[in-house]
């Protein structure tokens, strides 16, 4: 199976020809398309058609008039890039740090379209990735500044955000996010988004796709857990199951499931005394006498010297 740390989780899908396309500009050239490549052929009922901007070319209008040149069929451009359905969705995902008083511009220009919606996030981008690991809004100095918030969200999450991987908690990210929104005449407040009523539109074609691989990737990570601690026949390397196992607790905690727990026969945890120095910690485990022996409720491992 393709680990969550690899390069792509799932497997490309063609979308079918009559799939519903999200046609998504960003502001933003680098953060915005690498995560929504993420989502990209997943489904063959979607398509996500992800729109950088050109090299300064990052204003609202600028990205408004990129649209309305590949989307619309003119007198003067009769033969526009893509062929804009009924059914498909036209998103400008934008920062409202550096483009505050050019939004309401794109806003007014959107509504003369049956679809196209602008997705704001104050004062970045990183507001909408800060959710997938986090329930409550946070606190800290100068939230308004884009930089600050980078820096932030690299130190929040364990590695920094990981656009390869931790997109999975989308489901997690619409939650926490529309929980934490509030807006002032339609602008969102400091740490706000409204990147999750994006998602909300092409999430229901992907979640149970998303949720079979978080159960295969759990389901994995729990049997290399047995054969590292109980059988002492690792297959993978200490660093490839510390990897591993820091990913499942990121799951799990984004999806509000306990760890579960692991019942060991005395012996066993006497085989993994042991050989203990060279593997983890038994300070990094809870335990718990049960009538069956010893119940181990797994961590991330910690490593002894």
Not at 173 to 188: L, Q
Not at 204 to 230: C, G, M, W
Request: hydrophobic share 35%; with cysteine; charged share 25%.
């Amino acid at each position: 199976m393709s680990m969550i740390s690899g390069n792509r989780l799932f497997q490309k899908v063609r979308p079918d020809r009559d799939a519903k396309i999200f046609y998504i500009f960003c502001e933003g050239s680098c953060r915005e398309n690498e995560y929504f490549n993420y989502f990209t052929e997943i489904s063959s009922k979607i398509k996500l058609e992800i729109i950088p901007p050109n090299e300064h070319q990052t204003s609202p209008d600028k990205l408004y008039q990129a649209a309305y040149l590949l989307l619309i069929e003119t007198e003067d451009n009769s033969d526009p890039k893509y062929e804009l359905t009924l059914s498909d969705e036209v998103w400008f995902v934008i920062d409202t740090d550096e483009w505050k008083d050019k939004i309401g511009s794109l806003l007014k220009k959107c509504q003369k379209h049956s679809k196209w919606v602008v997705a704001q996030s104050n004062p970045c981008f990183e507001v909408w990735l800060y959710y997938h690991l986090h329930q409550k809004k946070p606190s800290f100095k100068n939230m308004n500044i884009s930089k600050e918030w980078k820096t932030f969200v690299n130190n929040s999450i364990a590695g920094g955000f990981d656009s390869r991987k931790h997109p999975i908690h989308i489901e997690s990210a619409i939650n926490n996010a529309k929980c934490n929104y509030s807006d002032i005449g339609g602008e969102p407040d400091i740490a706000c988004t409204e990147v999750f009523k994006l998602a909300e539109r092409f999430y229901p074609f992907i979640n149970s796709i998303v949720k079979e691989k978080i159960d295969q990737l759990r389901t994995a990570l729990h049997r290399h857990n047995y054969n590292y601690y109980v059988l002492n026949a690792p297959v993978i390397s200490d660093k490839e199951f510390d990897d591993r196992m820091r990913e499942l607790q990121e799951l799990e905690q984004a999806t509000a499931d306990e760890f579960c727990s692991f019942n060991v026969p005395e012996a066993a945890l006497r085989g993994l005394a042991k050989r203990g120095s060279s593997r983890a910690s038994l300070s990094s485990f809870n335990f718990s006498n049960t009538s069956h022996g010893i119940n181990i409720s797994p961590r991330i491992s910690k490593r002894c010297g």
